[in-house]
């Protein structure tokens, strides 16, 4: 497993989380890193993105304001900051690092994918 993800749990609505992403096999390298989610029976969905310098992040309007992405190139991790979380954030967090250096939204874009945590918001 080239990525690995941790951090997810269970948190009442308007809790924290901070997911990390540990990358054993340095798939990062000068790589865009991205965060996912799904839920049963949906499509993997975009939270947010950053490119290998840790700029130029993008995050779906979903999650805008409330979540944060950020890396440390110097650690090979990869972070998701979650704040005010919601029922409807409950979810599998996966991490992903791309093929490229440019952010992306498109699973598409991207290689290794961590295994996930799940996260669970309660109401």
């Known amino acids: 497993v080239q990525l690995q993800a941790s951090g997810g749990g269970l948190v009442q609505a308007g809790g924290s989380l901070r997911l990390s992403c540990v990358d054993s096999?340095?798939?990062?390298?000068?790589?865009?890193v991205a965060w996912f989610r799904q839920t049963s029976g949906k499509e993997r969905e975009f939270l947010a993105g950053i490119n290998w310098r840790g700029g130029d992040a993008i995050y779906a309007d979903s999650v805008k304001g409330r979540f944060t992405i950020s890396r440390d190139n110097t650690e090979n991790t990869a972070y998701l900051q979650m704040n005010s979380l919601k029922p409807e954030d409950t979810a599998v967090y996966y991490c992903?690092?791309?093929?490229?250096?440019?952010?992306?939204?498109?699973?598409?874009?991207?290689?290794?994918w961590g295994q996930g945590t799940l996260v669970t918001v309660s109401s």
């Open positions: 992903a690092s791309a093929y490229s250096s440019a952010t992306a939204k498109s699973p598409n874009r991207y290689r290794y």
């Open positions: 096999k340095r798939t990062f390298n000068n790589n865009a």
